[in-house]
C-alpha cells in the first residue's frame, strides 16, 4: 500500500529534475551563443579601434577630439609632432592651449561657448596660428564639426587642422616671383627705351659729324663739278673744231669726275643713313678705311698727315660696322680738330695674344689734354670746346658703343705731346 502510494510521487520529482535540466541546458546554450556573440563584437570593436588608431597615425593633418566641455579627449600623432607636446600634456586640456595668445582672440571652445561658436552650422573653417611647446607660431587652417549622439545631444567636436606654412611659403615666393617678373618687365622696358635713345643719340651725332663736314663736303662736291664743266665747255669746242680724239679723252675725264662725285656722296649717304644695330664678322681694317675714305678728301684733313701701321694678320671681328664707323669718325675728327687741321694720324692695329683681342690706336700730334680733364672725357655733355662748339656727347657715345661691344676705350696724354686713344675689342671664338 505504501510502495503504491510513494511511486507516483517520485515520478513528479523526476519530471520536475528533468525540466530543471533542460532549461538549464537551455540557458547555457544560450549564454554560449551570446559569448560568441560578444566576442565577435568585441573582435569587431578591436579592429575598429585598430582601424581609428591607424588613421589617426597615418592623418598627415593635426586631430584634436574635444568632449562636450572642450577639453581634449585625443590627439593624434601629427599633433604631437606639430606641436612639440605630448599625449600626457594634452588630455584634458582645453582647446585654446594650442592657439598662440594673439590669434586666439575671442575664439572659445569651452562649455556652452561650442554652441555659440558654430551658430546654426555644424561645421566650422578657420585660419588661426598655433603655438608650438617651444613658442613657435605655426599658421593653420582649422575645420571642426559637432559630435551627436542619436537624440541630437553635442557630444563633443572634432577638430582638423592643416599646416599653411608651406602653402604661404609657396604664396610669398609666387608673389615674390610676381614682382620679380614686374620688375624684369620694367626694367626690359627701360632697357628698350636706352637702346632706342641711344639709337638716337649715335644718329644725331652722326648728323652732328656731317655737319662739321658740310663745308668739306661741298668744297669736295665743287671740285669735280667744276671740273665737268669745264671738260664740258672743251667737248663742246672740240666738237665744233672737228676733233673726235680730243673728245673721247675729254669725255673719260667727265666721266671718271663724275664717279668720283658720286662715289663722295654714296659714302656720305652710307655714313649718315640709319640702321638697325646688327653685329657681323668684319675686318677691322676695312671699317677704318671706310671712314678714312670720307675724310682724307675734307678740309679739315688736307693738311693732316695719316700714317697707317696696321697688323696685316690681324683676326677679324664680331661688331656693328655703322656704329664703329661713328667710333672712328669722331674720334678722326676730334684729332684734326684738336690740331687744327695741321699735323699728324697714326693709326696702328695689333693683336694681343694673352687676352685674345685686338686694339686698335689712334694717336695725334696735337697740343693733349690736361690732366684733370682725362677723368671726365666720357662723361655725357662734357666739353673743353667752346658753347656751340659741340655737344659733349661723341665720346660718351664711343664710350658706350664699345662697352656693348664687351670692349674697352683708354686715353693717354699729356699737355704738349699729342693724345692716344686705344681701343680694344675681344676676338669672336
Known amino acids: ?52 588608431d591607424s588613421i589617426m597615425r597615418s592623418m598627415v593633418d593635426a586631430l584634436v577630439v574635444l568632449d562636450s566641455n572642450g577639453l581634449i579627449q585625443a590627439a593624434n600623432q601629427a599633433t604631437l609632432k606639430l606641436t612639440g607636446f605630448s599625449q600626457k600634456e594634452l588630455l584634458g586640456k582645453p582647446m585654446e592651449v594650442l592657439f598662440h595668445r594673439e590669434s586666439a582672440g575671442g575664439l572659445m571652445f569651452q562649455g556652452p561657448r561650442i554652441q555659440s561658436l558654430f551658430r546654426k552650422e555644424s561645421s566650422l573653417d578657420l585660419e588661426v596660428d598655433f603655438m608650438s611647446k617651444t613658442g613657435e607660431r605655426i599658421p593653420m587652417n582649422l575645420r571642426g564639426s559637432l559630435l551627436k549622439d542619436n537624440t541630437g ?3 563633443g567636436v572634432l577638430m582638423v587642422a592643416r599646416d599653411l606654412c608651406q602653402i604661404k611659403k609657396l604664396l610669398s615666393e609666387a608673389a615674390a616671383a610676381d614682382a620679380h617678373r614686374a620688375k624684369a ?4 622696358k627701360a632697357y628698350l627705351d636706352l637702346q632706342q635713345l641711344q639709337t638716337r643719340l649715335i644718329q644725331t651725332e652722326k648728323m652732328a659729324s656731317l655737319g662739321k663736314l658740310s663745308a668739306g663736303v661741298a668744297h669736295e662736291i665743287n671740285n669735280p663739278l667744276g671740273g665737268i664743266m669745264l671738260y664740258s665747255h672743251l667737248l663742246l669746242e672740240d666738237v665744233n673744231k672737228g676733233k673726235p680724239s680730243l673728245q673721247k679723252e675729254n669725255l673719260e675725264k667727265i666721266v671718271k669726275l663724275a664717279a668720283r662725285s658720286k662715289e663722295i656722296v654714296k659714302n656720305l649717304l652710307d655714313f649718315a643713313r640709319q640702321s638697325e644695330p646688327r653685329t657681323e664678322t668684319h675686318h677691322i681694317h676695312d671699317i677704318l678705311e671706310s671712314v678714312l675714305s670720307i675724310l682724307e ?22 661688331v656693328d660696322a655703322a656704329q664703329m664707323q661713328q667710333v672712328f669718325m669722331n674720334i678722326f675728327i676730334n684729332a684734326a680738330e684738336a690740331m687744327n ?42 666739353t673743353t670746346k667752346k658753347a656751340g662748339e659741340g655737344t659733349g656727347l661723341g665720346l660718351s657715345i ?20 699729342g693724345t692716344a686713344f686705344t681701343i680694344f675689342l675681344p676676338v669672336e671664338a
Not at 515520478?11 to 565577435?40: D, P, R, S
Open 1 to 52: 500500500m505504501i510502495e503504491s502510494v510513494l511511486e507516483p510521487s517520485l515520478n513528479v520529482q523526476e519530471k520536475m529534475w528533468i525540466e530543471i535540466i533542460q532549461q538549464m541546458e537551455a540557458v547555457y546554450a544560450e549564454l554560449a551563443q551570446t559569448t560568441v556573440e560578444i566576442e565577435k563584437k568585441n573582435l569587431e570593436l578591436t579592429r575598429a579601434q585598430e582601424l581609428t
Open 153 to 155: 545631444e553635442i557630444t
Open 185 to 188: 618687365d620694367e626694367l626690359e
Open 297 to 318: 678728301k675734307q678740309v679739315l684733313f688736307h693738311n693732316v698727315k695719316i700714317e697707317r701701321k696696321y697688323d696685316t694678320a690681324l683676326p677679324t671681328v664680331h
Open 341 to 382: 687741321g695741321k699735323g699728324g694720324l697714326i693709326i696702328r692695329t695689333g693683336f694681343t695674344e694673352g687676352k685674345n683681342q685686338i686694339f686698335i690706336q689712334i694717336a695725334d700730334t696735337g697740343p693733349g689734354i690736361p690732366r684733370e680733364h682725362i677723368s671726365q672725357l666720357f662723361e655725357p655733355f662734357f
Open 398 to 417: 664711343c664710350y658706350g658703343i664699345i662697352q656693348r661691344h664687351h670692349g674697352r676705350i683708354e686715353v693717354d696724354s699729356e699737355p704738349g705731346r
